[in-house]
């Protein structure tokens, strides 16, 4: 019995971890789409032979509950030979936040609604003390209509709550 109980509770740790991961992002496969690449070049190289690239986290609404599931559509790696590249299809038409960077330590957060048929570019730089990006249009007006920029308070980064700028309580402030 105490062997059962013990396989039962590390299978419940083990769901209960799994769970709560971002999946990897399935891109739509039919209706409205736009298209982003990721420009990561001018992030340094931190470690001699150490791959560069970046994190990228795609949502389609904020949460309430857990970051990493309430509307969470997933994450792409995009690995330094897919800079400008590596063209990730996302929805079109209707809201959506983007977050990216490296790893969770210095993420660029942004909120829009992509074009139907539009490509997009989204920057990245490192720079001392923290990161800054930007997001293009890459063909036609470069200005993205109703772009939004959401950066963490001192607070929130100081201890790590790098998903709170998605939550519902904080997507307007």
Known sequence: MKSLIKILSIALVCLLTTACVMKPYEPPQSGKTATVVFDGT??????????RRLNVNIYDKCFDGHPNVDGALGYVLIHEEDFFTKEVVIPAEKPIFLSYGVGGSCMVNWGFT????????????????????????????????????YKLTTWEAAVGAEDAWRSCDNIDR
Do not use: H, N, W
Request: contains cysteine.
């Open 42 to 51: 001018r992030m340094p190289t931190v470690i001699p032979f150490f791959e």
């Open 114 to 149: 992509p074009e139907e048929g539009q490509a997009y570019r989204a920057e990245y730089d490192s720079t001392f003390g923290g990161c800054r990006g930007g997001l293009v249009k890459t063909k036609g007006d470069a200005k993205v209509p109703g772009l939004k920029f």
